[in-house]
């Protein structure tokens, strides 16, 4: 992409799989020094290298650990600052997705509860361990959120209309406390993004067929159609996700801060 990361420290977080691993690759092969955490960072699904086969071959670091605990943001991060001095930019990507095909009724206290830690708390826990390190390299903090954050829909009615517009406003607010220590923070709404979560084997797109009686592409049509359609007639790839992370975190958009880029195939037809 024509990016000076080269040297840079890069944490993401959920980077095993989706968006997270499309990060991790795109910011190891400009050259970053990428600390990476998962549960578990195995090979990765699909096509293009996981984090074992990225930490051969580039020297990223894998870290194994529950990122939607204190104790796993914690460490994540320390091994970033204990191996390289400090980091420079955090990626905050971990995330659950979770269909509630039985309405608002049907959700617990409980559900709320682990969502809301996942989506929300993990970031929060993220930046809180990230940003003593920030300040000195004049860091940069990106989110990924969602298009939900502003497109509430009733099938996700917990995780996403809740937690991401609590995620995008944490994100926000932040930005301001932090944009004099020269730190800037942005976030990153996409659309339906076509990663195993969303349509791979047991995800987003399986789970309405299976809840339905239709086949998962009608599933997937009939979410698109649900949600509005695209203008472009497609999800979102991960690598198009990675590539925008990469740019708002990069020294050509040094002055945008507090900002919420959305990325979601014309999705989205409000201003």
């Known amino acids: 992409m024509d990016l000076p990361p080269t040297g840079k420290t890069v944490v993401v977080t959920g980077a095993s799989r989706g968006i997270g691993l499309a990060v991790a690759r795109a910011f190891a092969a400009e050259g970053a020094h990428v600390v990476a955490g998962a549960r578990n960072p195995g090979p990765g699904p699909g096509p293009g290298p996981g984090l074992e086969e990225l930490a051969a071959s580039h020297g990223l670091v894998p870290v194994a650990g529950d990122l939607a605990t204190a104790e ?3 460490r ?4 970033a600052v204990g191996r390289f001095g400090g980091v420079d930019v955090l990626v905050n990507n971990m995330g659950v997705l979770h269909p509630r ?3 608002f009724l049907s959700v617990t206290d409980e559900d709320w509860l682990t969502t809301l830690n996942a ?6 826990r993220a930046c809180r361990a990230a940003l003593p390190s920030l300040p000195a390299s004049r860091g940069s903090i990106v989110t ?4 939900n954050a502003f497109l509430p829909d009733p099938g996700i009615i917990d995780h996403t209309a809740a937690s991401k517009a609590a995620l995008t406003n944490f994100s926000k607010a932040l930005s301001k406390e932090v944009g004099p220590q020269g730190v800037r923070v942005n976030t990153v709404a996409p ?20 809840a339905t009686g239709v086949d998962p592409d009608t599933a997937r049509e009939q979410i698109i159609e649900g949600a509005g359609g695209f203008a472009t007639g497609r999800f979102t790839r991960p690598d198009e996700a990675a ?10 958009t040094a002055n945008i801060t507090g900002t ?12």
């Not at 994540?76 to 091994?79: C, H, R, S």
């Not at 990924?144 to 298009?147: P, W």
């Not at 919420?260 to 201003?271: A, M, P």
């Open 191 to 210: 659309g339906p993004v076509s990663t195993d979560m969303r349509v791979g084997e047991g995800g987003l797109a399986q789970q309405v067929a299976a």
């Open 76 to 79: 994540l991060v320390a091994t």
């Open 119 to 124: 989506n929300l708390m993990s970031a929060v």
């Open 243 to 252: 590539d925008l992370v990469l740019m708002l975190s990069g020294d050509r």
């Open 72 to 74: 796993g943001v914690e």
């Open 101 to 103: 095909l039985g309405g």
């Open 144 to 147: 990924v959120s969602s298009v």
């Open 260 to 271: 919420d880029v959305t990325i979601d195939g014309g999705l989205v037809k409000t201003l």
